[in-house]
């Protein structure tokens, strides 16, 4: 059965929505052990939905006019039906997080780095996370164990255990 946290469901629910968002964007988060217990399994059922979906896209050509009024044909990609439906799944237990521009990067960069992407952490959970666990399963012939967890010690203030659990 799992821990309550001291929470009702609705709380519950919403910290564990926000941790998992930071866990899959930063990689690597610092919080209290049993919070950390609850994540594990929350985030790696996400991962395994990505990583049984990501590779289903649907290829398509597109006949556009350029500025010179020539027809040309540009090739676009769009989310196949399994992969939409886990990506919708997928964003009903996470929160959007907003890419952040760099300190030295200038506007016109970040803006031309992140065109076209509306929702930036699905783009990272099916671009970047799940290829590589789905490598690693292949290789490996292991599916799962996406997350470790590292024990620090108590906090100072209020004696509560402190873990990091990271994406391996």
Do not use: C
Request: overall charge positive; charged content about 35%.
């Amino acid at each position: 059965m799992p821990g309550k946290l001291g929470r009702t469901s609705k709380e519950r629910n919403a910290l564990l929505r926000g941790l998992a968002s930071q866990l899959l964007w930063y990689g690597k988060i610092e919080t209290t052990a049993a919070k950390a217990k609850e994540l594990k399994p929350y985030v790696e059922k996400l991962i395994t939905k990505a990583v049984n979906t990501y590779d289903d896209i649907i290829e398509f050509e597109v006949k556009k006019t350029d500025k010179k009024g020539k027809e040309v044909v540009v090739k676009s990609f769009k989310d196949g039906a399994k992969r939409l439906a886990a990506r919708r799944a997928i964003m009903a237990k996470t929160y959007d997080l907003p890419e952040l521009k760099a300190f030295s990067e200038k506007k016109a960069d970040f803006k031309a780095r992140t065109a076209g992407i509306n929702h930036p952490l699905m783009a990272k959970l099916f671009n970047e996370i799940a290829p590589k666990y789905a490598a690693r399963k292949e290789e490996l012939g292991q599916g799962g164990g996406y997350t470790r967890i590292y024990v620090l010690g108590e906090r100072r203030g209020d004696g509560a255990e402190v873990a990091i659990i990271e994406l391996v």
